[in-house]
């Protein structure tokens, strides 16, 4: 499967951003997805993940509360949208897929995924 996310940008700490991932090649429905953020100078960390169906979800501790993963899979799109940003949340967003799962399994952090996107460049300003 191929992963394209878009949407990045700056915007100022408390301010919005909504991402995509658009998914070709294979049938999006029997991937689980997930978003993956890497920091200047830090390692890779997950962000949130969501099952096939998109009736479960996982999320980091730290953006509970301010970011939501969504998809459509008639649309082959998934989403992260991001409120209440704040200056570490500053990173390269890469969207992520997870093969070989069941409709009910929700990706956990522990999991690697199988395929990635390119990322999308988020910075928020203090």
């Known amino acids: 499967v191929q992963l394209q996310a878009s949407g990045g940008g700056l915007v100022q700490a408390g301010g919005s951003l909504r991402l995509s991932c658009a998914a070709s090649g294979r049938t999006f429905s029997m991937f689980g997805m997930g978003w993956i953020r890497q920091a200047p100078g830090k390692e890779r960390e997950f962000v949130a993940s969501?099952?096939?169906?998109?009736?479960?979800?996982y999320y980091l501790d730290s953006v509970k509360g301010r970011f939501t993963i969504s998809r459509d899979n008639a649309k082959n799109t998934v989403y992260l949208r991001m409120n209440s940003l704040k200056p570490e949340d500053t990173a390269v967003y890469y969207c992520?897929?997870?093969?070989?799962?069941?409709?009910?399994?929700?990706?956990?952090?522990?999991?690697?995924?199988?395929?990635w996107g390119q990322g999308t460049q988020v910075t928020v300003s203090s």
């Open positions: 992520a897929a997870y093969s070989g799962i069941i409709s009910s399994f929700t990706p956990p952090p522990s999991r690697a995924p199988d395929y």
């Open positions: 969501i099952n096939r169906s998109g009736g479960s979800t």
